[in-house]
């Protein structure tokens, strides 16, 4: 039996990887991931076998990783920030599902799976930023490549409804402009035009770039595909001090202060 | 001029805890905490003067934290999990924010605070699990005691119409054992009664409990003060493998397999 470890390299900057990772990748001689976050890891991927697939690939790269396991072979497959959190964790248990329903790869059921945790986007940019999320949050992701559109719009005005601390994954890409604007001018139906919106890009990496703005400021030219946008809820308040601008989500001490 | 840690310890195993962290932690010299948290970062705590306050007197231990290291003192203020989320990071800011409006405090001021994020309950149970939250998902703090339960009941209502996986942070406590089961009856509203439910007690610590039921059977007496439970979303599916058993929320690539 060989260890198959779905592995979350983190936000970018290898300081946010915990022992338990660099453990799991100590031990895997064969990676498998998009090749920018194996660039990331720097000296602690090297000396071994990469197999990068471009974007697009994805159901191609947790198929390879569960045959090399299968093989025997010490393997990892790897996403940055959290491999549960939109990204490839899934796939590969999907992947096993349908094996099993449709009695192939047998060998698949021979791998053990370790989940390896790992800092997600949203943190990073939380933690720079203050403590946007210190209430309750959701994520959505506004890519509908894979989710019809009238779910995610759903989910905005659910999230609208309810008052969350929203972060946005996959806001844009090259050929996917209109969302991010029509998700504000959604939210717009709910929470104040001079709500603290949070960009970050390029998270712990070089070049990371952190911008505050309003909801109503908030345009698709700030924003990327390496960028994460976090919105606040009704109560997150900004402030001011010397050191630079924060905000945070009250939890409701306010009364007691 | 001094920094303030606001320093997040992870879920418990300092396995997951960064390097990022363990620096801030080497840096300081004063650590605040609620107990339990110091006790669970074992020797990378030796020899640092501890302020241990109880629960309930949060806003004490972040005026104590803002105090020393106004004083010049080298001050971590430590949560665990992610200090962000559901914990004390933001109640610095309401205190910096309050002082500021008040006038009071200008020694505060002069305080630079570094805010380090860490691995939420929320990520480490997902692991244990499979790939739960690798869709849209959110999280509601159960505790009434600084949020109204109409606030919190709209929440649990807009995520069921939103169909958001859902965490579940403060389950119970002594004097909370209701909210839970309204909190179920709700979204038996909104999602099947096989919906899968993870439970996850002592996440990474040792007496690590990890549970896994229907939102049916989902039941108060499972759920104890250190538990987070997460419900899935209407696509979320149990696999069982010779390993065990898993959960994924698949991102829809289902028709491409």
Same mark, same amino acid.
């Given at each position: ?147 019809? @559109? ?27 402009? @209109? ?66 601008? @924060? ?11």
């Amino acid at each position: 039996m060989s260890t198959l470890y779905l592995l979350s390299s983190g936000p970018g900057d290898t300081d946010y990887l915990p022992p338990l990772a660099r453990q799991a990748l100590a031990q895997s001689e064969h990676l498998v991931a998009y090749g920018l976050y194996l660039d990331l890891l720097g000296e602690l991927v090297n000396d071994k076998q990469r197999y990068e697939l471009p974007l697009g690939e994805e159901i191609e790269r947790a198929r390879l990783a569960l045959n090399l396991a299968a093989e025997g072979k010490a393997t990892a497959l790897v996403s940055s920030g959290d491999i549960g959190i939109y990204a490839m964790a899934t796939l590969v248990f999907e992947l096993l599902d349908h094996a099993q329903t449709h009695d192939q790869n047998p060998l698949w059921h021979t791998v053990h799976i370790d989940v390896i945790a790992g800092i997600s986007a949203i943190q990073a940019l939380a933690s720079r930023c203050g403590a946007p999320i210190a209430h309750d949050f959701c994520t959505i992701s506004l890519s509908d490549l894979l989710t019809p @559109w009238e779910v995610i719009e759903k989910r905005l005005h659910a999230a609208g409804a309810g008052d969350f601390v929203i972060a946005f994954y996959n806001p844009v890409s090259r050929k996917r402009q @209109w969302q991010l604007e029509k998700a504000k001018q959604i939210l717009l139906g709910y929470r104040p035009e001079q709500t603290p919106v949070m960009i970050g890009k390029n998270l712990t990496r070089k070049n990371e770039e952190i911008t505050q703005t309003s909801l109503l400021d908030l345009t698709v030219e700030q924003v990327d595909m390496l960028t994460l946008v976090l919105v606040g809820n009704r109560e997150s308040t900004r402030i001011q001090t010397a050191q630079g601008q @924060w905000v945070y989500t009250p939890r409701g001490y306010g009364k007691k202060l």
